[in-house]
């Protein structure tokens, strides 16, 4: 339904800074919200930011004051500020959106994820 395309990941030192993009083409008129999730190796995938269609931004605790999540609606763009990076940072960065639209006069909530960008952060 909509199609998500991250960009800007690479290596970074710890403290160093760096910018994830996140494209969405598609259905983009059924995005309710955004976000970007990371995942490490045997471990779930966590929702660090969120930024929904009436401005509200949700962190997680772990990157709260470090990270800043921005909208581009004009683009169709979501992005990711980290700063004051740390090793515990080192992931699989991954956009999402939330979708709500109707079919068959049915409502559908889904989500969609892009396939990851690598961030490493080490010395």
């Known amino acids: 339904q909509v199609r998500l395309v991250e960009s800007g990941g690479g290596l970074v030192h710890p403290g160093g800074s760096r910018r994830l993009s996140c494209a969405a083409s598609?259905?983009?008129?059924?995005?309710?919200?955004m976000g970007w999730g990371r995942q490490t190796p045997g471990k779930e995938r966590e929702l660090v930011a969120t930024?929904?269609?009436?401005?509200?931004?949700n962190y997680v605790d772990s990157v709260k004051g470090r990270f800043t999540i921005s909208r581009d609606n004009a683009k169709n763009t979501v992005y990711l500020q980290m700063n004051s990076l740390k090793l515990e940072d080192t992931a699989v960065y991954y956009c999402a959106a939330d979708l709500y639209y109707t079919e068959h006069d049915a409502p559908v909530v889904s989500r969609s994820w892009g396939q990851g960008i690598q961030v490493t952060v080490a010395s």
């Open positions: 598609g259905r983009v008129s059924a995005i309710t919200g």
């Open positions: 930024i929904f269609n009436d401005g509200t931004i």
